[in-house]
């Protein structure tokens, strides 16, 4: 039997333009029909709620790139941010981007570097949310980051069980909106990471995740490798 999805979704233009896309009709994941019309004001990387479910456009999950500097898991971390920091103030130009973060210290001295004008930016990954993982001070550090805008970006090695752990963090336990939580997996690495991504097309596999909140699985335990 085939699977019938009716819904509408806001999808991001690689113009940096925003364009709303309604009644995009799944069939088997193939989009069969797209109905547009012009947008009034700007909708960029909003999410679409749909009897508890998220239509969520193109997830982005990039640990690598040419600017990434892995940070190697906290007995390394400050000493590589602190190192690179060096060598960019040395350069005097050029881009960094740490990932993972995990202390608190890190998000400081990264604070710090961009209000001295550096371009660095710095992500993390939701298993360090928990205590179980880190050290508790460094974990609630690590949600205000994200609330200050200093760790703009969210990527796993496995992206199925961060999900979870990114929802029940940030919105459950903390109140945050889902729309700008689920920014920190689309419009803000696209921006970032400068991606082009793709519209929706008729006959073409969409980039769309449907996410329910309703539903709930066990997640293995994540710890730091």
């Not at 880190?134 to 805008?149: N, W, Y």
Request: net charge negative; glycine share 6%; hydrophobic share 40%.
């Amino acid at each position: 039997m085939k699977k019938l999805i009716l819904t509408n979704a806001r999808l991001w233009d690689p113009k940096n333009e925003s364009l709303t896309i309604q009644n995009i009709l799944l069939i088997n994941g193939k989009v069969m029909g797209v109905g547009y019309l012009p947008e009034d004001e700007d909708k960029t990387g909003e999410v679409l709620e749909l009897a508890g479910q998220f239509i969520v456009p193109n997830i982005v999950n990039i640990i690598e790139s040419p600017f990434t500097i892995h940070t190697k898991g906290p007995d390394s971390e400050i000493d590589i941010i602190t190192q690179e920091l060096k060598m960019l103030a040395s350069e005097g130009a050029g881009r960094r981007h740490f990932f993972p973060i995990t202390l608190k210290e890190s998000l400081v001295l990264i604070d710090q570097a961009r209000k001295e004008g550096f371009a660095v930016t710095c992500g993390t990954d939701p298993c360090f949310f928990y205590p179980t993982n880190t050290l508790r001070a460094d974990a609630e550090a690590l949600v205000e980051g994200i609330k200050k805008g200093i760790v703009e970006v969210v990527a796993s090695t496995d992206m199925d069980a961060a999900l979870p752990l990114l929802i029940k963090k940030l919105h459950h336990e903390e109140k945050m909106e889902l729309k700008d939580i689920f920014k920190l997996i689309t419009s803000y690495p696209q921006h970032l990471f400068g991606l082009k991504m793709p519209l929706v097309a008729l006959m073409q596999s969409p980039n769309l995740t449907v996410i329910d909140l309703k539903k709930g699985k066990e997640l293995p335990k994540v710890t730091y490798v």
